[in-house]
């Protein structure tokens, strides 16, 4: 708060031109936060799952037809169309036309600046082109009057963090001009206040959540103080944020995702604001999604709704519905808040959830195919299969490329004396400590295997401190080894700290051994289990129906041939155990009666 009242104070009292240096000022993480986030381009991926993954994302998305993508806003605009229509959510007729255009461009201006790819950085160009040439001459920024109508706000946060990022990450000068212009085309369209949308079955939803984090973002790249009092009414405080600040339970019956990517505006709140009300409303959501919400795999919201704590509705919704987490889409938002609160509060547990929800929920979705059928639902009941939703480019198209986008985000954050390890993934962060360049290299084979090393390049010897996440199913604090030696390091927040004076060559190593454990689905039904070993939820591969119970856990040895698969050789036929991001088509099973 020392700097809350301040802040807000001075923004109320300047004037447009003195806003933005304010502003841009308020954008800077608290000076109190014991972490912040590295640029797009301080992380490279180099190997594993997460790599993997962001590749194949990278090729999907690079793949998709400019034309075909522009199509819709061209009509509207009376330009030549060329391309086959898009069909599904985005098509002219349909839920919501172009919806995700703004979160492609976002997705692939962070994947460029993060792979240093000009192909990728060129097509955001083309793209953030197309579609200015599209806006006309009351810069109308929605393909369709289903767009205008259904999801007005919702499109127009998408538009302004894409045309951000392609200004920020990739450049596109243009983009900056079309904040302000996009943003007065919305205008008519857009409600004077946010409400929230308890309840509400018909368009329009409004869809407020997170966009006061676009727009205080744009008021600060901008200097424009009319995104700035609109983000102020459409923050949800008096029906959302306040009660939850206050300790008090307001997820139930409320619709999952759109609560959840809200708190992302409650983090740009505080640090524009400076009122520490929006992260204990963090905090709270954060603890309330934990212990009331979560399924073992840090999905939450089955039917995108939160459910009544205690009552054993995360086991009825077993068999009651195969709509367990909306994926991508919860993934996304649960990872930004997770990233949010580490950087506010420097605690591990964040990283635990951040970590939970990453491996079991981003990277065990469905690969999307060519032509717009996207994972969306995680079905979590007995003898599931991972599907396609059933109509084309649905939300969680958009924010499959945004969430895996941001990989590079969530592994190393910069603390003010060194560098915090929250995920162990390979990849090489690259910083300046002191003046001093500084190569971290990261080799494991996590999740799978136990083992990570950290290699240090500088061309000089430089001291910081290297924080590692120390996982909370960890059994114990590892042995930590410097240059093959033991060493000593304190625990703070769940972190382990190691302090020294680094020269080039140096290793940090150590292991992270991982037992198999059981999870209940809810208090309720402690005999329901998910198997998780280490951050890892792992499913029965291709199920037998008369398997009523899980495999007991002591039975589960590794298979000779492939990482990560294990099998009992227990009755007639042994069962095949795998982490759930290995599942493509074959049947799985992740909840069943404890072995
Ligand atoms: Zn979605």
Redesign the pocket.
């Known amino acids: 708060m020392q700097t809350g009242v301040t802040r807000r104070e001075f923004l109320a009292g300047v004037g447009a031109a003195a806003l933005a240096g304010a502003t841009q000022a308020a954008a800077l993480p608290l000076s109190t936060d014991p972490l912040s986030e590295f640029d797009y381009g301080a992380v490279q991926l180099t190997g594993g799952p997460l790599k993997c993954q962001y590749d194949r994302i990278r090729a999907a998305y690079m793949a998709l037809d400019n034309d075909r993508l522009l199509r819709v806003y061209r009509l509207r605009a009376g330009l030549p169309a060329p391309g086959a229509p898009m069909g599904g959510w985005y098509g002219r007729d349909g839920f919501v036309p172009g919806h995700s255009l703004g979160q492609y461009i976002s997705g692939l201006a962070r994947i460029g600046r993060a792979t240093d790819d000009s192909t990728c950085v060129a097509k955001v160009g083309q793209l953030v082109e197309g579609f200015a040439a599209t806006l006309g001459p009351n810069d109308l920024p929605f393909a369709a009057p289903n767009a205008e109508r259904v999801w007005p706000c919702y499109i127009l946060d998408k538009h302004l963090a894409g045309l951000m990022d392609a200004y920020n990450l990739s450049g596109v000068k243009h983009a900056l001009e079309l904040v302000p212009r996009v943003f007065r085309g919305a205008l008519p369209y857009i409600p004077r206040l946010g409400h929230d949308r308890v309840g509400k079955k018909h368009p329009p939803y409004d869809e407020t959540y997170v966009l006061p984090e676009s727009l205080f973002s744009a008021c600060e790249l901008t200097g424009d103080r009319a995104f700035y009092d609109r983000a102020l009414a459409y923050l949800l405080d008096r029906d959302y944020f306040d009660p939850l600040a206050a300790g008090q339970d307001v997820l139930p019956g409320r619709h999952a ?1 759109s609560h959840v990517i809200a708190l992302s505006s409650a983090s740009k709140a505080r640090l524009v604001l400076g009122d520490e009300k929006y992260l204990r409303a963090m905090k709270n959501g954060w603890a309330l999604l934990e212990s009331t919400q979560q399924y073992a795999t840090g999905g939450w919201g089955p039917n995108e709704t939160f459910i009544e704590p205690r009552k054993g509705q995360l086991f009825e919704s077993l068999r009651t519905t195969a709509d367990h987490f ?1 994926t ?2 919860g993934s996304y938002a649960a990872i930004k808040l997770a990233r949010y609160l580490l950087c506010a509060t420097g605690e591990a547990r964040y990283g635990d959830g951040l970590e939970r929800v990453l491996f079991n929920g981003t990277l065990a979705a469905k690969e999307p195919d060519s032509d717009g059928d996207y994972p ?1 639902y995680s079905t979590y009941g007995a003898q599931a299969h991972k599907v396609f939703y059933p109509q084309k480019w ?3 198209s958009g ?1 499959l490329v945004e969430g895996v986008a941001d990989y590079v985000k969530s592994i190393y954050f910069r603390a003010a004396d060194g560098v915090a390890i929250n995920l162990y993934a390979p990849s090489q962060l690259k910083w300046t400590e002191r003046g001093t360049p500084v190569t971290l290299t990261q080799e494991t084979e996590y999740p799978l295997g136990e083992s990570v090393k950290l290699r240090i390049a500088c061309t000089s010897p430089v001291e910081f401190a290297l924080q590692l996440r120390i996982p909370g199913w960890a059994a114990s604090t590892p042995q930590l080894r410097v240059n093959g030696n033991p060493v000593h390091a304190d625990v703070r927040r769940g972190f382990a700290v190691v302090r020294r004076r680094w020269t080039g060559g140096d290793t940090l190593s150590f292991k992270l051994p991982q037992q198999f454990r059981t999870e209940a689905i809810d208090g309720l039904h402690p005999e329901t289990v998910a198997i998780l070993r280490g951050p890892l939820v792992y499913v029965e591969r291709s199920p037998a129906a008369s398997d009523a119970k899980h495999a007991p856990t002591e039975a589960l040895q590794p298979a000779a041939d492939t990482p990560g698969v294990f099998a009992a050789p227990t009755g007639a036929l042994p069962r095949t155990y795998v982490p759930f991001y290995f599942v493509r088509d074959e049947a799985y099973t992740m909840y069943s009666q404890h072995g």
């Open positions: 995702y909306e991508p889409c969306y649905p939300c969680c924010t």
